[in-house]
């Protein structure tokens, strides 16, 4: 599991990366500047990023700021020298999932790397993901491109069961009885739910995700 530590300090480095790859659970690569931290963020796959706040180059305020404002959804333990509740408000508004002063004990940090590992399964759990469409089925948002969705309780019952069959075709007696259960409905109904749906969906947009399988039914599917 890899841990992205963004931290100026070449000794508070040092003890952290040895600590967490001690017991060979995490693989730990390491930042000294604010512009090396924020690429290594944005093109590397890693699992919680220690961000330091008082960086050369590009402080982490704007680190965070700017891995949101590009959806990167990693979390980040932001770890500072700063201690005034304004800068830890400040720094779970911008998008920080927690924060830690220093100086700190080492189990302290382990502790919350573990909490937030926890806390991002279970949000990724409740979060389906289909190119630039992201589903939350636990508060039924639905974004696209970031920009949230409006949807009747029944359009969002309809692309809750694609999505959660993405890749598969949906025959319309199965969306009936998945989205309609025992309320009225014909095969018109879909149809007419569907081309609801594909107006919120894939209007104006070249690559398509509602597609119709002829003879078989319906099918949401990204362009991966």
């Not at 050369?56 to 404002?69: F, Q, V």
Request: net charge negative.
């Amino acid at each position: 599991m890899k841990i992205l530590l963004i931290e100026d300090d070449v000794l508070i480095s040092d003890v952290v990366k040895r600590g967490l790859e001690e017991d060979r659970l995490y693989s730990v690569e390491t930042a000294e500047d604010g512009p090396t931290g924020l690429r290594m963020a944005l093109e590397g796959d890693y699992a919680v990023i220690i961000l330091d706040i008082m960086l050369p180059g590009l402080d982490g305020w704007h680190i965070c700021e700017s891995l949101r404002a590009q959806r990167v959804h990693t979390p980040i333990l932001m770890l500072t020298a700063h201690d005034a509740v304004q800068d830890r408000v400040r720094g779970l508004e911008i998008g920080a999932d927690d924060y830690l002063p220093k100086p700190f004990v080492f189990d302290e940090l382990l502790a919350r790397i573990r909490a937030l590992l926890r806390r991002d399964k279970l949000y990724k759990a409740r979060l389906l993901r289909i190119d630039h469409l992201e589903i939350n089925t636990v508060t039924h948002r639905v974004t696209l491109d970031g920009e949230e969705l409006a949807l009747t309780p029944r359009e969002y019952a309809l692309l809750e069961a694609l999505a959660m069959n993405e890749g598969r075709v949906m025959s319309r007696d199965a969306i009936q009885y998945r989205v309609w259960n025992n309320d009225e409905c014909t095969s018109n109904t879909v149809d007419v739910y569907i081309g609801m749906l594909r107006k919120k969906l894939d209007a104006d947009r070249p690559v398509k995700l509602i597609h119709t399988v002829h003879g078989a039914g319906y099918m949401l599917k990204g362009s991966g």
